[in-house]
């Protein structure tokens, strides 16, 4: 009965989630644009990715690796969200000069402010080259083998395509190694921080909001690119200029209704929506929990630090912001999966998978696949769970930070093995540097109170054959002892001197040093006893999944099928909607400014607002950024996105921005793994509060001048001409 039940919610999610569900591949557009075309989009393939002209692709910026951004402006202005810009914000920050609670506006582009080591990537070019990766390789092929032929042709792919230009590329593997294609970039070195809201704004909601609809949150900042004089990337420097773009968005005032056509482009990070029923069931009922237990202990002693005084409260923003998000998250994903039963759909999908691959002799390799696939995940979850934990513990620098310090100090020793001078020099200078970072946003006693509350934690959850020596030797308290009161590691000034001084001999002393000793210990139980393993069975459960998929797109080819995000530029598209996500409750599609102040009036402190920020709600001077006499703040739309689309642009059926992508709706992150159509919902924030904020409340109207605006009163005039040229 439940199988039949399962069976039917397949049949119907398949139908349903056609116009919505997937993240496409930009230089495939033609492959889906009819359907674009018919969901309400005006504009044609080439201008929404061209590599012989200009096309959207050109305004769409992955932000420093992890975010998205777009160019609004001739001069290389860039939007993104608060809390992609939040880490520049709070290294700009000091408690005299507090941006994060300020916020911050350069009233001139010599005011704006260098970041260094920050990135913007413009995407030149997206191939398809799975038949130049595959050459030479046969299926017989030895593992070791394969490996160097496929490297060798990776160089050969990005050398012919970056030779004689300034551009890099990398290739990337989608659909588990079933196609690869190579991403051909141009990297902006020099990105500088032009504005920001305050806190009350661009965080407003803090965690009691984030991944929460009705939603408030002015999550956006102002950023610029800077180039060389020839407008080419240049290493950060006073001499550059301000970018000039191949493309920039125009920005929509017109009013917007339900049913209107969006589409969200950007660099969503990860999906796992094909794995197997299994391995979807070890995530749900072992591995998330685990993590949300160890972060609920961390989070309740920074949450309490913070609340203590100011400068802790600074100190740990970011990090708390962090932690919290993915817990949170977790937790939604967790909810949502049980809701759908997602696990009854994979079987029941599975199920109908086997009896086709055992209908043909030449498809019984797809069977084997999932079978084989089945037993390694067994296998490799024995190894996963105390990998998780040390992850948590130690690597991710979520635990006791101490530890990171000791992880510093890896590079150091190895460098001092080498006995080669430069190398020592380079190696004690990053070391230092690293430390330097570290301490900057430490507290000893926060840090020891994370390691009493959370060893305990992990020593009930690790399975025992993996837990570090130093932790079955002796008791918590006592370890903690030694550590907080001995070990060079939680102080800054005897850990530089070390690493100023550190010869060949050094590390002798340092082995007895008790926070060493337990890093030393982790390090051991990692390296000697579960990376080999995982290796072997991560690669070899990556081989049955590529079989797996190849499987889908042979059997049944008429199944919508989209790779999985992997980091690379995608396109979504769907509707701006509002959602039924559970039994006698409805999400309407928009939420407005009178809301920030009903939640400002709950008292809670996650809504905290300034007298500014009141007086101005209060005041209703919309300006031209009203619909109805309302100000909207976000909205919802039916997009599949992902951690990463954080900041991209939301785009109407003529090309103009309407909004700033920022997150989901907590009944929406099971998205990761199954894109239910009628509850998964990304939210923006609509482009006219981000005007608002910068032109009425924060006075920095110089920006609003470098913009394109399209009005109401264009608006007939636009409709005639193309699409992509507005009017200012
Ligand atoms: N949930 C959003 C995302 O995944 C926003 C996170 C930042 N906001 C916060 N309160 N931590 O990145
Ligand atoms: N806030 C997320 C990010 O930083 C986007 C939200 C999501 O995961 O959908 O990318």
């Known amino acids: 009965m439940k199988k039949l039940f399962a069976t039917l919610i397949l049949s119907l999610f398949t139908v349903f989630t056609f116009a919505h569900e997937g993240m496409w591949i930009p230089s495939l557009i033609k492959m889906y644009y009819p359907q674009m075309k018919a969901d309400g989009l005006k504009l044609t393939a080439d201008q929404i990715y061209n590599i012989n002209s200009s096309s959207l692709k050109d305004a769409v910026i992955h932000f420093n690796g992890g975010c998205t951004s777009e160019i609004v402006s001739e001069k290389g202005l860039l939007l993104t969200n608060h809390h992609c810009g939040f880490g520049a914000i709070q290294s700009h920050s000091t408690v005299e000069k507090d941006y994060l609670k300020n916020g911050f506006w350069a009233k001139s582009l010599d005011e704006e402010l260098m970041n260094q080591g920050m990135t913007a990537t413009r995407i030149v070019r997206i191939d398809d080259v799975t038949s130049e990766v595959m050459e030479g390789l046969t299926e017989g092929m030895e593992s070791a083998q394969y490996q160097m032929k496929i490297r060798e042709n990776y160089g050969k792919i990005i050398k012919a395509a ?248 890896k590079n150091l020793r190895v460098a001092l093995e080498s006995e080669d001078e430069e190398k020592i020099k380079k190696a004690k200078e990053r070391a230092i540097g690293k430390v330097k970072g570290l301490f900057k946003n430490y507290d000893l006693e926060t840090d020891r109170k994370i390691f009493n509350v959370l060893t305990p934690e992990f020593i009930n959850l690790i399975p025992k054959e993996y837990l570090p020596y130093a932790l079955q030797k002796e008791e918590v308290a006592k370890v903690s002892d030694k550590i907080y009161s001995s070990s060079i590691l939680v102080d800054q000034e005897k850990l530089i001197d070390f690493i100023e001084k550190a010869n060949s001999k050094s590390f002798k002393k340092i082995e007895k040093d008790p926070g060493f000793l337990l890093y030393q210990d982790i390090e051991d139980v990692f390296q ?161 509060y981000v005007l608002w904020v910068i032109d009425k409340f924060s006075g920095a109207e110089h920006l609003i001048k470098e913009m394109k605006l399209v009005t109401v009163s264009k608006k007939k005039l636009i409709k005639n001409e193309q699409p992509l040229k507005s009017e200012d």
């Open 528 to 688: 000697t006893r579960l990376l080999t393993n995982l290796r072997h069975y991560y690669t070899g459960m990556n081989e049955q999944m590529k079989i797996y998929l190849a499987g889908k797109l042979e059997m049944f080819p008429d199944k919508n099928h989209w790779p999985d995000a992997n980091g690379t530029m995608r396109i979504t598209w769907g509707k701006l909607e509002g959602s039924a996500p559970r039994d006698g409750m409805e999400y309407k599609p928009h939420t407005t400014l009178d809301g920030i102040y009903q939640k400002y009036m709950t008292g809670n402190p996650d809504f905290e607002l300034s007298d500014k920020m009141i007086q101005a709600i209060k005041k209703k001077d919309y300006g031209n950024y009203a619909q109805d006499g309302e100000l909207w703040t976000c909205f919802t739309g039916s997009n599949h996105t992902t951690g990463g689309n954080s900041g991209s642009p939301v785009i109407d059926e003529n090309g103009n921005l309407i909004g700033i992508n920022f997150d989901r709706s907590w009944e929406s992150t099971m998205s990761d793994f199954m894109f239910d159509p009628n509850v998964c919902r990304n939210i923006t924030v609509d482009i006219r």
């Open 162 to 409: 970056t030779e004689d230009t300034h551009y890099e590329a990398e290739i990337e593997s989608y659909d588990y190694g079933n196609s690869y294609f190579i991403i051909v970039k141009e990297v902006f070195k020099d990105i500088r921080l032009v504005g920001t809201p305050p806190n009350e704004i661009g965080k407003f909601g803090g965690d009691t909001d984030n991944w929460v609809w009705p939603r408030h949150t002015g999550d956006f900042s102002v950023f610029r690119i800077y180039v060389g004089k020839d407008n080419k990337p240049a290493e950060a420097s006073k001499d550059n200029v301000p970018y000039k773009p191949l493309h920039y968005f125009p920005i929509s005032l017109l009013p917007k209704q339900e049913g209107d056509f969006t589409m969200v482009y950007g660099f969503p990070g990860r999906t796992e929506e094909y794995i197997s029923a299994a391995r979807l069931q070890y995530i749900m009922k072992t591995e998330r929990p685990m993590r949300i237990a160890m972060r609920d202990k961390t989070m309740s002693v920074i949450k309490a630090a913070m609340r203590s005084n100011n400068e802790l409260n600074l100190k740990y923003a970011a990090k708390q912001a962090r932690i919290a998000n993915a817990w949170k998250k977790w937790k939604g994903q967790l909810i949502g999966l049980t809701n759908i039963d997602a696990i009854s759909i994979k079987e029941a999908y599975e199920d109908e998978y086997m009896k086709k691959a055992n209908s043909k002799s030449e498809w019984k390799k797809y069977a084997n696949a999932l079978t084989l696939f089945s037993d390694l995940q067994r296998m490799y979850q024995t190894y996963d769970e105390a990998y998780i934990l040390l992850n948590e513990y130690c690597y991710y620098g979520y635990g006791p930070e101490f530890l990171k310090n000791a992880s510093y100090m």
